[in-house]
């Protein structure tokens, strides 16, 4: 690690999802200093674990690809990934912040060859595909990563894998001896953009996530549909490998619920009305089981033109439960709304479309945030100069989550132009 | 009763949702329900009665107040917890059927024939008369609920399981004749009246 200069007029992003990647080149982008903090090995957040992206429905990586030359592109801009914040002090403009790293073994020689990850043999869950492949301990987080450096994962480190590693690495970029840094930086200002987490889809007892090889959430069918995803962008069932063709979309699974997460994820009706059109693009029929669909402004012309599909169907619905018949379909049973029919529907696949909750646990920050009652962070004077970006504020689509970004860049920027004015 | 039933109808005139919120037990939880089916799609009696309790809502807001309160889906709920348990609104569902049954038979309008409604009452008069529940003259009461012919088959039909029940001494046919009741009888009974005296002038103050 090379130095890190910081003074109380840099700007500190913690989380680099497309919040904090937004709100670190805003501010960059107006000659600020900025440090962005990112917790996993690669910068992109969950936006690049999606496969499309409404309501274009164009790839994620593109949109990645412009923010990442736009990254490159400035040298007020620091990145340092497999970082968190172990503590924060101070006040509005001058803050110290703890930060942890953890050791990647690999330094910035590695030219992503991939050599070492041929080498080994070990292989843990993917986290990028939500544990629905395997992947090498030594690894590239996806095609898009950024900084685009292997990783050594620390499970292999002392096995004769991770001499492998390093022996078959021509550039000499594996170091196995790399331990956890700890620094301490002076900063002015911090935008906290830790992003979100999908609902523990195991808790809706009923719908047997946890139980049924054919239920799924809607994070992985969206790796389920990528072509760089576990099926290769078949949509194939977990149980038999069959190609899913009759798939149902249980809406407000675990939002809106008191037993639950409280609040209307906000997205998740976007999110199954998009993921209709991969199963319509596969000459596959869709139903979507639902209380109200909440397509919000603009995002209503997109309802629109799902309704007009003739491969997609509407129920409205809260399924009452899943269960399986012999043959591993599941069956979705209720009632519904529109004639109070009882139904009992067997689909081939079942997407659970959960919801969001902050990636922050209400306990664990490790400074002073005014939060509300479903974790999120609350915009309040006690926050002094720390201001949340995208979903660690609120359920939000990326539209939403960037605006605020940028609205949080600019009061990062006004704490520390009058650092600057006074100390000027 | 019945003219109570008159004046209610005609208080709550257009509004029988306000009138459930006054009068029924957890009444007030009834318009917090979203209709999103999943009590319907819980109740393992769901096919069984002629009105969910998601369809017993809505029609409390339509303003159905002879519909629900003639129905005998309240009286089928069997305590089950099951919509309790999954309602995302956590509406106190099972206890609004029984608020419901309750306020049916208040007003009259519970209909006379629906078997638990029957074994309700008798179990009531039952307990209520000597402060515990005779198991014997119950059972034989349950088996002559439908009528005189019913009850003797029926009664013919379990009468192994009735030998049987006697020679291990779980039946005393003695219960039939002598029952002696429970200590300080009449107290309960004061006790019973008192209750229902504060419960009939709630109910009266509230709806002058
Ligand atoms: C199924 C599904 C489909 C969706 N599809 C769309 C769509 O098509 N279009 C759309 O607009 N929106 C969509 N969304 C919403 C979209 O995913 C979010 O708007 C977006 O991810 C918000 O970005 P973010 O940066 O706020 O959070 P995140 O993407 O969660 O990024 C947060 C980042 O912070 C990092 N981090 C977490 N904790 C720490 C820590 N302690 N220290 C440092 N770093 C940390 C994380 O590793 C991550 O990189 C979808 C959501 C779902 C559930
Ligand atoms: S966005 Fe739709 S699916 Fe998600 S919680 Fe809100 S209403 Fe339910
Ligand atoms: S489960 Fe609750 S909210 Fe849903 S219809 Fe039944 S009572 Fe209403």
Redesign the pocket.
Same mark, same amino acid.
């Given at each position: 690690m090379g130095d890190v200069i910081a003074t109380n007029q840099t700007i500190l992003v913690?989380?680099?999802?497309?919040?904090?990647?937004s709100a670190a080149i805003e501010a960059a982008e107006c000659g600020k200093q900025v440090i962005l903090?990112?917790?996993?090995p690669s910068?992109?957040?969950? !936006?690049s674990q999606?496969h499309?992206? *409404? &309501?274009k429905l164009c790839f994620p990586s593109c949109g990645i690809e412009i923010n990442l030359r736009r990254i490159k592109a400035n040298k007020n801009l620091r990145v340092i990934t497999m970082?968190?914040?172990a503590k924060v002090t101070g006040d509005a403009g001058n803050y110290s912040v703890e930060v942890k790293i953890a050791p990647r073994f690999v330094n910035e020689k590695c030219t992503a060859c991939g050599d070492c990850s041929n080498a080994v043999e070990s292989e843990f869950d993917d986290e990028f595909n939500y544990g629905l492949k395997q992947r090498k301990g030594a690894y590239l987080v996806s095609n898009m990563a950024y900084p685009q450096r292997y990783v050594i994962d620390p499970r292999m480190i002392g096995s004769e894998d991770a001499n492998k590693a390093k022996d078959a690495c021509k550039v000499g970029a594996i170091d196995l001896q790399m331990q956890e840094e700890s620094l301490t930086i002076n900063v002015g200002a911090i935008i906290w953009?830790?992003?979100?987490? &999908?609902y523990d889809a195991k808790k809706i007892q009923p719908y047997g996530y946890d139980r049924f090889a054919n239920v799924v959430t @809607? !994070?992985e *069918?969206?790796r389920m549909a990528d072509a760089f995803g576990p099926t290769g962008g078949k949509i194939l069932r977990p149980s038999d490998g069959k190609e899913a063709k009759n798939i149902a979309f249980i809406q407000c699974a675990g939002s809106r619920d008191e037993n639950h997460l409280k609040h209307c994820?906000r997205? +998740?009706c976007?999110?199954s009305l998009?993921?209709t059109t991969y199963v319509s693009e596969r000459e596959g029929k869709s139903t979507v089981y639902y209380i109200d669909i909440r397509a919000i402004d603009r995002i209503d012309d997109f309802y629109q033109k799902v309704q007009a599909d003739e491969n997609v169907s509407f129920i409205k619905s809260k399924v009452a439960n899943i269960i399986e018949d012999k043959d591993g379909n599941p069956i979705l049973k209720g009632v519904d709304t529109e004639g109070y029919n009882r139904y009992e529907n067997q689909h081939d696949l079942v997407v659970l479309?959960?919801?969001?909750e902050p990636?922050?646990p209400a306990d664990a920050f490790p400074m002073d945030i005014k939060i509300n009652e479903e974790g999120f962070i609350e915009a309040d004077e006690s926050n002094g100069a720390i201001f949340a970006?995208? +979903?660690?504020s609120d359920a939000?689509? !990326? @539209?939403?989550?960037v605006q605020q970004?940028t609205g949080a860049a600019l009061r990062a920027i006004q704490v520390v132009n009058k650092v600057a004015g006074m100390e000027g | 009763m019945s003219n109570g039933n008159t004046a209610l109808a005609e208080k709550y005139r257009n509004n029988f949702l306000q009138e459930v919120i006054a009068n029924v037990e957890e009444g007030e939880w009834v318009r917090m329900c979203m209709q999103c089916g999943v009590c319907a799609g819980s109740c393992p009696l769901g096919n069984a009665w002629a009105h969910t309790p998601q369809e017993i809502f809505m029609m409390i807001r339509a303003g159905k107040r002879e519909e629900v309160l003639t129905s005998d889906s309240m009286w089928m709920c069997t305590s089950c917890y099951n919509c309790i348990v999954r309602c995302p609104r956590k509406l106190p569902i099972t206890h609004i059927m029984h608020g419901l049954a309750h306020y049916a038979e208040r007003m009259g309008l519970a209909p006379k024939n629906q078997p638990t409604r029957k074994f309700a009452l008798e179990f009531w008069k039952n307990l209520t008369k000597t402060g515990r529940v005779n198991e014997t003259s119950l059972g034989v009461k349950l088996y002559f609920i439908d009528g005189f012919v019913s009850g003797i088959k029926k009664g013919l039909a379990a009468l192994p399981l009735g030998l049987r029940m006697f020679k291990t001494k779980r039946l005393d046919p003695m219960a039939m004749i002598s029952s002696s009741g429970c200590k300080g009888k009449g107290d309960i009974h004061k006790i019973l009246a008192k209750a229902k005296a504060i419960e009939d002038a709630k109910f009266q103050s509230k709806n002058a």
């Amino acid at each position: 690690m090379g130095d890190v200069i910081a003074t109380n007029q840099t700007i500190l992003v913690v989380g680099g999802g497309i919040s904090g990647i937004s709100a670190a080149i805003e501010a960059a982008e107006c000659g600020k200093q900025v440090i962005l903090l990112e917790k996993s090995p690669s910068l992109g957040g969950r !936006v690049s674990q999606l496969h499309k992206y *409404f &309501p274009k429905l164009c790839f994620p990586s593109c949109g990645i690809e412009i923010n990442l030359r736009r990254i490159k592109a400035n040298k007020n801009l620091r990145v340092i990934t497999m970082a968190e914040v172990a503590k924060v002090t101070g006040d509005a403009g001058n803050y110290s912040v703890e930060v942890k790293i953890a050791p990647r073994f690999v330094n910035e020689k590695c030219t992503a060859c991939g050599d070492c990850s041929n080498a080994v043999e070990s292989e843990f869950d993917d986290e990028f595909n939500y544990g629905l492949k395997q992947r090498k301990g030594a690894y590239l987080v996806s095609n898009m990563a950024y900084p685009q450096r292997y990783v050594i994962d620390p499970r292999m480190i002392g096995s004769e894998d991770a001499n492998k590693a390093k022996d078959a690495c021509k550039v000499g970029a594996i170091d196995l001896q790399m331990q956890e840094e700890s620094l301490t930086i002076n900063v002015g200002a911090i935008i906290w953009a830790t992003g979100w987490k &999908p609902y523990d889809a195991k808790k809706i007892q009923p719908y047997g996530y946890d139980r049924f090889a054919n239920v799924v959430t @809607n !994070v992985e *069918f969206e790796r389920m549909a990528d072509a760089f995803g576990p099926t290769g962008g078949k949509i194939l069932r977990p149980s038999d490998g069959k190609e899913a063709k009759n798939i149902a979309f249980i809406q407000c699974a675990g939002s809106r619920d008191e037993n639950h997460l409280k609040h209307c994820s906000r997205i +998740c009706c976007m999110a199954s009305l998009k993921q209709t059109t991969y199963v319509s693009e596969r000459e596959g029929k869709s139903t979507v089981y639902y209380i109200d669909i909440r397509a919000i402004d603009r995002i209503d012309d997109f309802y629109q033109k799902v309704q007009a599909d003739e491969n997609v169907s509407f129920i409205k619905s809260k399924v009452a439960n899943i269960i399986e018949d012999k043959d591993g379909n599941p069956i979705l049973k209720g009632v519904d709304t529109e004639g109070y029919n009882r139904y009992e529907n067997q689909h081939d696949l079942v997407v659970l479309a959960t919801g969001m909750e902050p990636s922050i646990p209400a306990d664990a920050f490790p400074m002073d945030i005014k939060i509300n009652e479903e974790g999120f962070i609350e915009a309040d004077e006690s926050n002094g100069a720390i201001f949340a970006a995208g +979903c660690s504020s609120d359920a939000l689509d !990326v @539209n939403r989550a960037v605006q605020q970004a940028t609205g949080a860049a600019l009061r990062a920027i006004q704490v520390v132009n009058k650092v600057a004015g006074m100390e000027g | 009763m019945s003219n109570g039933n008159t004046a209610l109808a005609e208080k709550y005139r257009n509004n029988f949702l306000q009138e459930v919120i006054a009068n029924v037990e957890e009444g007030e939880w009834v318009r917090m329900c979203m209709q999103c089916g999943v009590c319907a799609g819980s109740c393992p009696l769901g096919n069984a009665w002629a009105h969910t309790p998601q369809e017993i809502f809505m029609m409390i807001r339509a303003g159905k107040r002879e519909e629900v309160l003639t129905s005998d889906s309240m009286w089928m709920c069997t305590s089950c917890y099951n919509c309790i348990v999954r309602c995302p609104r956590k509406l106190p569902i099972t206890h609004i059927m029984h608020g419901l049954a309750h306020y049916a038979e208040r007003m009259g309008l519970a209909p006379k024939n629906q078997p638990t409604r029957k074994f309700a009452l008798e179990f009531w008069k039952n307990l209520t008369k000597t402060g515990r529940v005779n198991e014997t003259s119950l059972g034989v009461k349950l088996y002559f609920i439908d009528g005189f012919v019913s009850g003797i088959k029926k009664g013919l039909a379990a009468l192994p399981l009735g030998l049987r029940m006697f020679k291990t001494k779980r039946l005393d046919p003695m219960a039939m004749i002598s029952s002696s009741g429970c200590k300080g009888k009449g107290d309960i009974h004061k006790i019973l009246a008192k209750a229902k005296a504060i419960e009939d002038a709630k109910f009266q103050s509230k709806n002058a």
